[in-house]
């Protein structure tokens, strides 16, 4: 069936043609298909989850077809039609798919033919629940190995004669040997330091047994059974029962033997000789298994688990084909070997919402499950056509693993299991539609195996060559060949003589035998009374070593019980950690808010800073126009001013011109609040305005000004305000300042309102006219004014020069 088909299903009248199409090409294609069987799928359906909507997309439409409904929401196809070997529902028991599916591979097994039966599905299909299922309603497994050891249980080989090799292959050992390892596993059993129990390996596991055997095994058999288990994790294997590796279980490789049979290499395989023991194997395994809690399934596998049960079996009475007894092969034995599959579910990562770890568990899963699709449709594909392509088993250990399954080693059958919720629509699609292209798959029909025993061993070498020791435990199966029953005719004498030395020549065998058996029996006589008197030894070695063992394990329980209690106390001190832990983390959480509160606030203050920043820089350059306009307009004043006192003075010089009596020439007011540019003003107008004044009254008689300085000079203060460093000029001639204060500088209104100075004298020096250097004295009064500053009116100038006397006049 193509894949379109199954898009758009097909009519029940077309499906019958493609399926007919196909046997047809099947039975023409060669007679080796009557030799092949295909892959048995069967489907089960899954309860509905408790708490999801009550409608599904699947209906069963008979024992053998289901169909899948499109969901309402949808409005292309309508439904979908999937055929299977048969289809389980929801209510179907586990018994009954045991019955269905299980139960034949168990008769192969038995029968020393392999068979692998494999769980397919997406997560939390129920995948794991079928294969195990529960104590109360077990699953495949725990019935299989109930079937098996409810049929062998009177036919089992004794414990280690039968040993694996861990290479795929088996050895047999002498009874002396085997006792020797016997013994070993129960030493063991007490020397082992006990290991902190794993999670379930406390309980003791048991699934209720139904009773349930196969009917006819070859009761001339003895059988033993052996259990690996193993798990393909991350595309690695795992040996889940390798307890020498601790915790961390180490990577194991897969390999090929000579008959091309895929084997674990160095797997550990323990022999069983009960239920309960196989179970407790398989749940120590179990607790080494890699599951993890999914938002689909609270304990979901996150591995593919594999586990194997081989049934061994020696011939005890062999036969030949007429039915006659004969010395049983002693270099073949016929092992079956049963593979429960356990695959982990596919997972959509849109449904699990699965990160880190779990994810590359996810990815690592699907990428194997898509292998192993890929490989059944190569292989369907080079059935179907005749092609020869490659099949990439080697792409993933899950493949290679089975290759020698699908080559032909054994019955392949699969139980796919859906989930029958809404949700589930798209992922069901995928399953049935590679589940139904799996049935397609021819797989050779499995046969009888005799298996070559690898190596005989014995630790007695030096009294049996491991050749010796097989045809010893061998020869204690064999049996005097039966005399034959002869009818003696009387009358034909040529009859009765060949008859009776056939009876002779039987006789003469049974005779030689007998003789070699009474021989065998006095050396196992010996041998056992050699074995009775070591054994008896060893017993009592074994109860000595019992009895310091018992101390051992008082001492040990003793200790046991103080580490026990000292345990608990670590315990409690780790709860008391854990809360100050908590405790502290509370705090560095409301301190990390406390400081991002802070940070928070630091950030606002920046920028509240940078604001007011910028505001301020545009105040400033504000203020600084405003300055600069009050400046410009100052100036403007002054000017203003100047303008007006030069008027002022030019009148004076017009009065003075016309002779007119001196007056007081001028007042200026000086700017206290700008000393410096008082200062300047006066020396930038005195040169111009006093000099001339100065030579008007060294031309008159002295007015009244003079005379008041005259009068008051005794008791006057100068303020000697010297603008310039004044050059000597070496004359005689001195002003008349008896109490003076000399200052370079005005900065301060107290410099002149100072009470006990009157007087003021400015000192100016520049060239004349002629190039001599001229000082100039402007002199002044400071009058009080009323509000508490000072006038300083300028009412002399006296100017002293050097002069030549042989200047030209
Ligand atoms: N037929 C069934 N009857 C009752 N309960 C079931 C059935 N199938 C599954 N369940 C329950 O559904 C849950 C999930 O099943 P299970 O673990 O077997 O799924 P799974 O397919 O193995 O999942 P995963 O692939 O994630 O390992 C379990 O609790 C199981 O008991």
Avoid at 334 to 358: C, F, H, I, P, Y
Avoid at 469 to 478: D, E, I, L, Q, R
Avoid at 508 to 536: C, F, G, P
Wanted: charged share 30%; hydrophobic share 30%; with cysteine.
């Amino acid at each position: 069936m193509n894949s379109a088909s199954r898009f758009n299903p097909p009519s029940a009248k077309k499906l019958r043609r493609e399926k007919t199409t196909l046997s047809s090409h099947s039975s023409e294609s060669d007679g080796e298909q009557s030799n092949k069987d295909p892959v048995h799928v069967y489907c089960r359906i899954r309860p509905l989850k408790e708490g999801s909507e009550p409608t599904t997309c699947l209906k069963i439409l008979s024992a053998d077809t289901l169909a899948l409904n499109t969901p309402d929401s949808r409005n292309t196809r309508k439904e979908i039609h999937y055929k299977f070997k048969h289809i389980f529902t929801a209510f179907s028991p586990q018994a009954e798919l045991f019955a269905h599916v299980a139960y034949p591979l168990l008769e192969d097994l038995l029968h020393g033919k392999n068979g692998l039966l494999f769980t397919y599905g997406v997560t939390g299909s129920g995948k794991t629940y079928t294969l195990t299922g529960d104590q109360n309603d077990p699953g495949i497994m725990p019935r299989c190995i109930d079937t098996i050891f409810n049929s062998i249980a009177d036919y089992q080989a004794p414990k280690c004669v039968i040993k694996s090799d861990r290479m795929n292959g088996f050895e047999i050992q002498t009874e002396d040997d085997a006792m020797h390892d016997r013994l070993q596993a129960v030493k063991s059993c007490f020397t082992k330091t006990p290991k902190t129990p794993r999670k379930g390996n406390g309980d003791k596991i048991s699934y209720s047994n139904d009773g349930t055997r196969i009917q006819c095994i070859n009761e001339n058999n003895l059988y033993s059974v052996f259990i690996s288990y193993v798990e393909i994790y991350n595309n690695s294997v795992f040996d889940l029962l390798d307890e020498s590796s601790g915790k961390t279980l180490q990577n194991k490789i897969l390999r090929e033997d000579c008959h091309k049979n895929m084997y674990v290499n160095g797997v550990v395989e323990i022999e069983v000789k009960s239920a309960q023991e196989a179970y407790e194997v398989f749940n120590a395994g179990q607790t080494r298994k890699r599951m993890a809690s999914t938002s689909l399934n609270s304990g979901s596998s996150r591995s593919h688990s594999i586990f194997n049960i081989r049934v061994v079996q020696l011939e005890r009475y062999a036969t030949n084909s007429h039915g006659q007894p004969m010395i049983p092969n002693e270099n073949m034995i016929k092992v079956g070997q049963l593979s429960l599959v356990d695959l982990a579910g596919s997972e959509r990562t849109n449904r699990t919402n699965n990160t880190g770890m779990r994810l590359k568990e996810a990815s690592s899963i699907n990428n194997s499950l898509m292998s192993l699709r890929s490989c059944l449709e190569i292989l369907r594909e080079n059935q179907m056509n005749k092609g020869n392509r490659l099949v990439p088993y080697r792409d993933s250990r899950l493949t290679f693993i089975f290759k020698h399954y699908f080559e032909g080693d054994g019955t392949v059958k699969m139980v796919v299991c859906v989930n029958p919720s809404l949700e589930d629509f798209e992922e069901n699609i995928q399953v049935l539609k590679f589940a139904e292209m799996t049935q397609d798959v021819k797989i050779a029909k499995a046969e009888v195996k005799y298996t070559p025993i690898k190596k005989t061993i014995s630790r007695n070498k030096e009294n049996q060559t491991p050749a010796k020791s097989v045809t010893k435990s061998a020869s204690s199966f064999t049996l005097l060949p039966d005399v034959p029953i002869v009818k003696l005719n009387l009358d034909a004498t040529d009859e009765c003589r060949s008859a009776i030395d056939k009876v002779i020549k039987v006789l003469k065998l049974r005779a030689a035998k007998s003789k070699h058996l009474d021989k065998d029996i006095d050396e196992r006589q010996q041998e056992l009374r050699k074995k009775l008197v070591t054994l008896n030894q060893q017993c009592v070695l074994t109860s000595a070593e019992m009895k310091s063992l018992k101390t051992m394990i008082h001492k040990e329980k003793q200790k046991s019980r103080n580490l026990h209690l000292k345990m608990t106390d670590i315990e409690s001190a780790n709860q008391d950690l854990q809360g100050k832990n908590e405790e502290l983390v509370d705090i560095v959480r409301s301190l990390k808010n406390t400081v991002n509160e802070k940070d928070l606030k630091i950030n606002h203050y920046i920028l509240e800073k940078d604001r007011t920043k910028q505001k301020l820089v545009l105040e400033n350059e504000k203020k600084n126009q405003e300055l600069d306009a009050k400046l410009r307009r100052q100036r403007a004043h002054l000017n203003a001013a100047m303008k007006a006192k030069d008027e002022k003075l030019r009148m004076v010089k017009g009065i003075i011109d016309a002779e007119m009596p001196p007056v007081e020439m001028n007042t200026i007011d000086l700017d206290l609040a700008d000393p410096v540019k008082s200062r300047d003003s006066q020396i930038t107008q005195t040169p111009q305005s006093f000099s001339q004044s100065h030579v008007y009254r060294r031309n008159l008689t002295p007015g009244p000004a003079t005379k008041s300085r005259r009068s008051r000079s005794a008791g006057e203060v100068w303020l000697e305000h010297n603008v310039i460093k004044p050059c000597p000029l070496g004359t005689v001639m001195q002003p008349s300042m008896k109490k003076r204060k000399s200052v370079s500088k005005l900065d301060k209104a107290s410099d002149i309102t100072n009470p006990k100075q009157s007087k003021y004298c400015l000192v100016a020096q520049e060239p004349d006219t002629d190039g001599e250097i001229e000082t100039k004295l402007y002199k002044a009064d400071i009058v009080p004014t009323c509000g508490g500053g000072a006038q300083v009116i300028f009412n002399d100038v006296e100017r002293l020069r050097q002069e030549s006397p042989t200047k030209s006049p």
